[in-house]
């Protein structure tokens, strides 16, 4: 099977079938990454989209790297990073679903993440979900790995005092009960 950068080779030589099958490669991992920041499935699809028409025009337009292949996912999640800014400047409010409807996982984690600023969430996202480490992620957005970790930490504080903000609204009013 061909790497990553040999596809986009041979995409740069003329076969159009090569970016496709980059593209079958990487989609679900975008999807998982752009879902839980927009908790809406088809917008996650339009953003990946937008990924794949960025990558094209790079593609067909930038010289070729001599990097290794993990040099191009940060590429590619780059692209993902900047549709999702582009994305922020000209969204408009998400609609919380509607009582009672059941939440996949997906969902599930959009409504966790929705809280915390726009910055953070992509940030967890690239660490927790893609993979990243704290470099990599520095080297993608364009700050010391230093700061990727204190807003990573910052993002996790936050995370953890909203759940426990929600724990304390459900527990039962009275006194607790000894097992």
Same mark, same amino acid.
């Given at each position: 099977?061909?790497?990553?950068?040999e596809l986009i080779a041979d995409f740069r030589n003329g076969d159009p079938n090569a970016i496709q099958k980059v593209a079958r490669r990487h989609h679900v991992s975008l999807l998982n990454f752009f879902y839980p920041l927009t908790g809406n499935r088809k917008l996650a699809e339009r953003l990946t989209h937008d990924v794949f028409e960025r990558l094209c025009i790079q593609v067909q337009f930038c010289p070729a790297p001599a990097e290794p292949v993990r040099k191009f996912i940060i590429t590619l999640y780059f692209a993902a990073y900047s549709s999702w800014l582009m994305h922020l400047q000209n969204a408009p409010q998400a %609609?919380?679903?509607?009582p009672g409807e059941p939440l996949s996982e997906e969902l599930q984690?959009?409504?966790? %993440?929705a809280p915390l600023p726009n910055a953070l969430k992509p940030l967890l996202l690239f660490k927790d979900v893609v993979g990243m480490d704290y470099a990599e992620i520095a080297e993608l957005i364009g700050i010391p790995d230093a700061a990727v970790k204190l807003r990573i930490t910052e993002a996790y504080s936050m995370l953890r005092d909203g759940l426990r903000a929600k724990t304390r609204l459900a527990a039962p009013a009275g006194p607790a009960q000894e097992l």
């Open positions: 099977m061909k790497s990553d950068l %609609l919380p679903p509607p984690l959009a409504l966790l %993440l």
